[in-house]
């Protein structure tokens, strides 16, 4: 073992997959690259917690709708993932600069993603502002099981990115522990 600085030390566990989270705030899409996050409770509604910052135009939209998308990009997004994180939806219209198409949503006003894998339509049941905490509930899900490509991202915390692999099946050993339906 060698010690690693201690403000590098997220680096290893830092979560993901990266997620683009979309909102919709006075009549205007907007899109920003999180990686910051985590599953709270799954099952019939799903919970999420969503770091942001408070400069960060999302967070504003977030605290004005209290509504989102939470969307999953795929390998082949990767440096629209990266560009989208790069600039602010202040003064960009990063669906129309990224070539991104906007879908409209079930449940919330914020739009789906047509270019990843999945969507989920969120509400924030809660704001732990100390922190910029968004607490958000689950209230619609989409998938896209024709994409081909269905490997995500997930951001080390320096620019590099590690990209899922090859699925281990390890559900028989697990079997008794799942609750019903997973």
């Excluded at 135009?57 to 990009?73: F, G, K, M, Q, W």
């Excluded at 509930?137 to 269905?150: F, L, S």
């Excluded at 490997?151 to 080390?156: C, K």
Aim: proline share 5%; net charge negative.
């Amino acid at each position: 073992m060698q010690p690693l600085a201690l403000e590098k030390a997220f680096m290893l566990i830092e979560p993901g997959p990266v997620l683009w989270v979309t909102t919709r705030d006075g009549g205007r899409n907007n899109i920003m690259t999180a990686s910051w996050h985590m599953v709270m409770e799954f099952g019939a509604t799903p919970r999420f917690a969503l770091l942001t910052g408070a400069w960060n135009y999302s967070c504003e939209a977030l605290l004005n709708t209290r509504e989102c998308v939470l969307a999953i990009p795929t390998v082949d997004l990767a440096r629209t993932v990266v560009g989208v994180g790069m600039c602010s939806g202040r003064d960009t219209d990063k669906f129309a600069r990224f070539g991104l198409t906007a879908l409209p949503a079930a449940q919330v006003a914020a739009p789906l993603v047509a270019e990843c894998l999945g969507n989920i339509e969120c509400r924030v049941v809660d704001h732990i502002a100390a922190h910029n905490i968004f607490v958000l509930d689950g209230v619609g899900a989409w998938i896209d099981t024709r994409r081909e490509e269905r490997r995500t991202l997930h951001a080390i915390g320096d620019g590099r990115f590690i990209v899922d692999g090859e699925i281990i099946n390890l559900r028989e050993q697990m079997a008794a522990k799942l609750p019903p339906g997973v």
